[in-house]
């Protein structure tokens, strides 16, 4: 039985006339920008259609205010690699240096303060923190280490506290979320005895006080993307498998918002779900398809060849071919006010690589890169606008945002990685 349906469609077009900053003028507030949308209601579930325009009215950009990191200098300012970044409530910047390793603090303008713990397996120790690092709002770190099968609590002061026991041998580069009344999120294996294409992950509910809750398993319709599928057997009898899918097909797209639910999306269409209890939102957006250039494919394939010999020397292309159309999206990543940031495709660009090396018959010229652009959603599904991002702008590991700024790592033309804290500069600003 279909669920019913309320016939409340009907073409809005809102007249939003945004404050961007505490500093801009009445005239910027006075450019009104047009959001035309069609909204429904099917069964539970509110549908927000984006169909033009948007609250911004044009695409912010990134604005750098702090940057951290350089190529020679004080170790505490030279990056190997990060792999997690947090901020406190104070503007305090906490960002885990896998390469060191390392759990290093700079104050809001960018100065280093100190380092948490060291390496190893004593009280404050970690071997090996992946993605999830987070701050409670009482000013506690917690820091995820699979090696050590912990999370490991810090006080605001770097001061060991407590370790929260987890299930270990899981590395991921996923963000650890905490939602609005300080619960946190690692994220697990539900099922660490099936084979790697049967993998489902989950997440665990763990209180303020470490006291383990739900566990909650991210959302999974069965959907499954095209793939490329390696394996060799060892001399022991083992069998090493890689797994990847095909270059540029859709895929299955699941975020944790602070709010406590889910965001999920398949990206064969620009559509994806809030899936807050008992009022799920669904944003729609209609978007023009990007097509993939020759060029582009060419190089994508050559990548993902030479990424499957690693298992099997021998492997040929066994999956399907690469698509002629990027999938509307790439990513979803949940802000920390409760915004949606939409990682959407873009027309590949070709630039010359100047490592390349044509004698070198191992070699891939890596030409083709795809600008990191966002799309931005309210947590009521308005389409607040587009964001363009800087060159270098990375968005691996997972930048922390919000509607007034962006914490990430960039990696210049030289390939040194730094932490920028950005300002979301809205098009009103901009433009002056």
């Known amino acids: 039985m279909k669920p019913a349906r ?11 006339i945004f404050a961007v900053c505490a500093c801009s003028t009445e005239a910027d507030r006075e450019q009104a920008a047009t959001w035309e949308a069609v909204h429904d209601t099917i069964g539970d579930t509110v549908i927000v259609h984006t169909v033009s ?25 030279t990056f190997g690699q990060v792999y997690s970044l947090a901020q406190g409530d104070d503007g305090t910047i906490f960002v885990v240096d896998r390469q060191v390793p390392a759990l290093r603090v700079y104050e809001p303008d960018g ?7 060291r390496a190893g ?54 963000r650890m979320v905490v939602d609005t009344q300080d619960r946190a999120y690692p994220i697990i294996l539900l099922d660490v005895e099936a084979d790697v294409r049967d993998w ?3 997440l665990v509910q763990i209180l303020p006080d470490g006291t383990p809750g739900d566990t909650l398993e991210v959302p999974d319709t069965g959907y499954e993307g095209p793939r490329i599928e390696a394996r060799r057997e060892g001399e022991d009898g083992g069998m090493s498998v890689s797994v990847n899918g095909v270059p540029f097909s859709p895929s299955e797209d699941t975020a944790l918002s602070p709010g406590g639910y889910f965001i999920h999306g398949i990206s064969t269409d620009y559509t994806l779900t ?13 978007y023009e398809p990007v097509p993939v250039a020759g060029g582009e494919k060419r190089e994508e394939e050559a990548f993902a060849i030479r990424d499957m010999r690693q298992t099997d020397p021998a492997w040929k292309w066994d999956g399907p071919p690469i698509p002629d159309r990027k999938p509307p999206y790439r990513d979803i990543q949940a802000g920390e006010d409760g915004t949606v940031w939409i990682l959407v495709s873009q027309p590949g660009i070709r630039r010359d690589d100047p490592d390349y090396d044509p004698t070198d018959a191992d070699a891939i010229a890596d030409e ?5 652009v966002y799309d931005v959603f309210d947590d009521d599904g308005s ?44 098009p009103a600003v901009a433009s002056d």
């Open 121 to 174: 397996g004593g009280p404050g120790e970690y071997e090996r923190p992946d993605g999830g690092l987070a701050v409670l709002s009482d000013g506690r770190v917690l820091l995820r280490d699979p090696a050590n099968a912990r999370i490991q609590v810090y006080s605001p002061e770097g001061e060991p506290l407590d370790e929260w026991r987890i299930r270990g041998g899981f590395n991921t580069s996923s």
């Open 274 to 286: 809030l899936l807050k209890p008992g009022r799920p939102i669904r944003i729609v957006k209609d």
């Open 111 to 117: 100065t280093y303060r100190t380092t948490f713990g």
């Open 6 to 16: 309320t016939s409340v469609s009907k073409l809005v077009s809102l007249l939003s």
């Open 200 to 202: 489902r992950s989950g």
């Open 53 to 77: 325009g948007s609250v911004w009215g044009d695409t912010a950009i990134l604005v750098p205010e702090v940057s951290i990191g350089m190529l020679e200098g004080p170790e505490e300012y």
């Open 383 to 426: 389409y607040l606008g587009a964001v363009r991002t800087p060159a270098g702008f990375s968005p691996y590991p997972a930048p922390l945002f919000t509607r007034e700024e962006v914490l990430a790592t960039v990696r210049d033309e030289y390939d040194v990685q730094s932490v920028v804290r950005f300002r979301v500069e809205l």
């Open 368 to 372: 083709w890169y795809e600008p990191i």
